[in-house]
Nanobody, 116 residues
Framework: QVQLVESGGGLVQPGGSLRLSCAAS????????MAWYRQAPGKERELVAG???????NYAGSVKGRFTISRDNTKNTVYLQMSSLKPEDTAVYCC??????????WGQGTQVTVSS
């Protein structure tokens, strides 16, 4: 079993920055895809950003140019650097990983609130 532990959420003013981290531990076969999703109240969960084992990235249009996803394979950790935050970025952010054997796992989520 694999466990995901997220950190870095909190309250930030509009225009501010936050960095989320998600560390995987346990019986890791090998991580292919790492990603961040978010879900705001009353809305469906959406993909924010993803990164493959080879370093290819993709972003939701709403965060492109403001958020940067990265990973440290030596630590089985994925990061989400968020800048120029807007109130509409307020959501619970969850990390997701998919291993090379197709097993996938979700983190419990961390709250990000953008408000003055």
């Amino acid at each position: 079993q694999v466990q995901l532990v997220e950190s870095g959420g909190g309250l930030v003013q509009p225009g501010g920055s936050l960095r989320l981290s998600c560390a995987a531990s346990g019986s890791i076969f090998g991580i292919n895809i790492m990603a961040w999703y978010r879900q705001a109240p009353g809305k469906e969960r959406e993909l924010v950003a993803g990164i493959t084992s080879g370093g290819s990235t993709n972003y939701a249009g709403s965060v492109k140019g403001r958020f940067t996803i990265s990973r440290d394979n030596t630590k089985n950790t994925v990061y989400l650097q968020m800048s120029s935050l807007k109130p509409e970025d307020t959501a619970v952010y969850c990390c997701y990983i998919q291993e090379f054997n197709a097993a996938d796992y979700w983190g419990q989520g961390t709250q990000v609130t953008v408000s003055s």
